[in-house]
């Protein structure tokens, strides 16, 4: 179905990461990566697959962000 095929790119994309896992058991999701886990258990498969997915394209964006900032203070700059 369409679903999946959209879906399923997400999911191979998130895979490209090095370090990530996906795990998918009935109707539990769970992606790892860097010691944090999400997990989703909802009605059906493709909304858990779908729902950790969002969680985790949100977390790894806000994470990539936070850390393009920190590489991008010189700490010499602040120091007298």
Do not use: P
């Amino acid at each position: 179905s369409k679903d999946w095929d959209w879906l399923m790119q997400v999911v191979e994309k998130i895979e490209s990461i090095s370090g990530v896992q996906i795990f998918i058991n009935g109707i539990t999701c769970e992606i790892m990566f860097k010691g944090r886990v999400i997990s989703k258990h909802n009605n059906s498969k493709i909304e858990a697959l779908y729902n950790a997915c969002v969680e985790f394209v949100k977390w790894y964006n806000k994470e990539q962000i936070n850390q393009y900032i920190q590489d991008s203070i010189d700490i010499d700059e602040w120091s007298d």
